[in-house]
């Protein structure tokens, strides 16, 4: 078979195509990262929409019951409407608003969901306490 290939050149080339690329292949196939799982909903406070101006702060975390790293939801100011892309587990719910025009010190963050075990992708609508 290699008499055929003629030049080094076309050996090369059959090298790169039966040795490199099944290598390359291999390499990005075991580089995929922990399953991540996609959390969305509404944030209320009496039964409408959580909506913040632009001076105040909205916080959504999630914190693994285990430990490990917090993870953060997107929120939107108009709307209360928010997203996590977190890995599957049991979180904390926590949630923080502060007014930055107040000047008043940042409150205390409150829990809004504890032992919250997600494992696939799902909507949670959160009713904020006064």
Known sequence: MLAEMGTPM???NYARRTVFLPLVLLFFVGCGGPKIVIVKGNLQKKGQPLV???TTIVTLQ???KDGGNTFSGKIKRDDGSYEANIPPGVY???FIMHDTSLKKPIPK???????????TNQTLD???DS
């Open 10 to 12: 076309n050996l090369i």
């Open 52 to 54: 913040a101006n632009s």
């Open 62 to 64: 999630f914190i693994p």
């Open 92 to 94: 904390n719910v926590l």
């Open 109 to 119: 963050s409150k829990t809004l969901r504890s032992n919250f075990d997600i494992q």
């Open 126 to 128: 959160l009713e904020i």
